[in-house]
């Protein structure tokens, strides 16, 4: 009795033991369940679920208003197993049809041997849906994406383009490549399309009516440095893989230098103005050509016997200039042009920026045509920055084509100082009398009081420089008291015709261009017309 | 006792088993719907993607201006931005203080005292309450 009750209590013992270890065990796991679903619920559960992004690698690029520049699209690259098919022939023919791929090279390639063939790239969705209801076995896609430029040709230099793999090849996509790739949101260009078509339309216009050989354009915000519009003629056709006949991918506007004439003439008033080398009603002896050894420096047409210096300006007398120029010297011309930037490449987001080329020797000689624009050539981006540079009140801006949210008026006092407020109000003044007493008159748009210099340059040839082969270009402000934006247009080589009388200079080719581009964007970008300056019979006919 | 609480566990355990069956089937087409919407919200992203490209493309203004040129009967007028906000005159001033009126940015002579004093309470002031 007595071992049989100690084997019960023993028994008993044990029984109590595993009772309480299985009681432990199930408060642990029942107060797990309480944590994890009551207490502790996880939020983030779906998130390992979560689909990546369904954007490809790069943002989207827009304009400063948001419209869409380049995207990347979803597209399947389409493969096949030959061995696969039923009847290769019939697959051929339906694939072909459907992907547009070659019939020919498709029979070709599902006769070789190969295990596995490529039927065609860059298939958007709908395509693909039409190759699912071809019904054959043997297919595969593999997915990828493709950027495309809904816009096409317009702003096909300023954008750039990628490879195949999503990288950068030239342009924006090359310049903003870091943040393009990383960014979430779609990135703002300074671009605005609509000022871009009317550049681009205007641009094409003048160069097909003087048979140029090539035409390029800018609209800068003086204040922001922001480009607006940059377009190169001929230009290309970013979504097709090959080039067309005639396109060229060479963005004149960055990567070209040009000895761009008569505009540089701005940059030697501004000088003399500044450090008062000159007054506006001194007058210059203009009659006879001014002679260097052998060279000599003449006028374009004849200006009298004598000008003052405002009308030097206005009548882009190269004797006068030189003789101004003369007057500042060699070194003090240097030292101000490199103030300006001028003689050192542009920095900015596109990557493709010449050097400018800057005589190695810097005389007299090489002074007077540098004042008057031969002798040194720069890109036509960077003259644009320098000339709103010195119009926009006289504060240094760099050209950028990133959206500047909110600095425009703030990053004015910001910039170096390159000329005072004085000279700068001056040039503006300068710049109105060339366009109302000077060369540049068929640029005047009806209220809106444009200013601007133009600029004939002989191209150098390979002895000299030809009379007959010019680089025409023209420098525009408006409103020209305030200015807010500058417009510049350069044609090459433009041949004169009927409407010009033959002539092919600026004030024939590039300033009624610049002015026709003026009085497209000015009521686009809301610059109010000054109706003081229009006369009764010009605000009829403008009035609806 | 012991037999009530061994039967009470196997029936929680059953219980359990059934309750937690339950979950994971739910959640197993829970998962399927998922995958199934979010295929179709990146089906949806896709030709949003594609439309708003060519939404871009057919809007360009390239394309409208060939299109407005081919199709209506409109010509080219010069156009004029007349006046824009900060050509405005600042709410404060009344037109007593303004020796001038800007309308659009002609200048037009002052009015006659009388003319404007009139109607006394309606000056730019008292609109500016409104």
Known sequence: MDENSEATQRVRSRISVAAILSAIAFAVIGARLVDLTLLNARDDAGAALAEPTTQGARADLVDRNGVLIARDLPVSNLYARPAAFWDSDEAAIGLARVTGARVERLREVFASQRAYVLVARALAPDIRAEVMRLGLPGLFFEEGSKRVYPNGRIVSHVVGQVDPDGNGLSGLELGLNDIVRNAEAPVALSIDMRVQFALARALADTKDAFQAKAAGGIVLDVHSGEVLAMVSLPDYEPNARTLGEGDSIRNRMTQDVYELGSIFKIFTFAQAIDEETITLDERFVVDAPLRFGRYSIGDYGRHGHDLSAAMVFAESSNIGTAQIGLRIGAERQRLFLAKLGLLAPLRTEIPEIASPLIPSRWNEIETATISYGHGISVSPLSFAAVAGSIANGGTKITPTFLKNSGLDQSSVSRGERVVSVRTSQTMRALLRLAVTEGTGSKADVPGYSVGGKTGTAEKPTGRGYSRRLQITSFAAIFPSGDPKYLVFTMFDEPVGNKESFGFATAGWTAAPAAGQVIAHIAPVLGVPANLEILAPSEIASALP | ?130
């Open chain 2, 1 to 130: 006792m012991i037999r009530i609480l061994n039967f009470a566990l196997i029936v929680v355990t059953g219980l359990a088993c059934i309750g937690l069956y339950r979950i994971a089937e739910e959640a197993r087409i829970a998962q399927t719907d998922l995958r199934k919407v979010e295929a179709e919200i990146n089906a949806e992203e896709n030709a949003i993607a594609i439309l708003g490209a060519e939404w871009a493309r057919l809007t360009q203004p390239a394309r409208i201006q060939a299109l407005a040129a081919r199709h209506l009967p409109l010509v080219e007028e010069p156009t004029l931005q007349l006046s824009s906000l900060t050509l405005l005159p600042p709410r404060a001033l009344t037109p007593t203080e303004e020796p001038t009126f800007r309308t659009a940015s002609i200048v037009v002579p002052k009015p006659a005292q009388e003319q404007i004093s009139a109607p006394q309470e309606l000056t730019l002031a008292s609109y500016s309450g409104m």
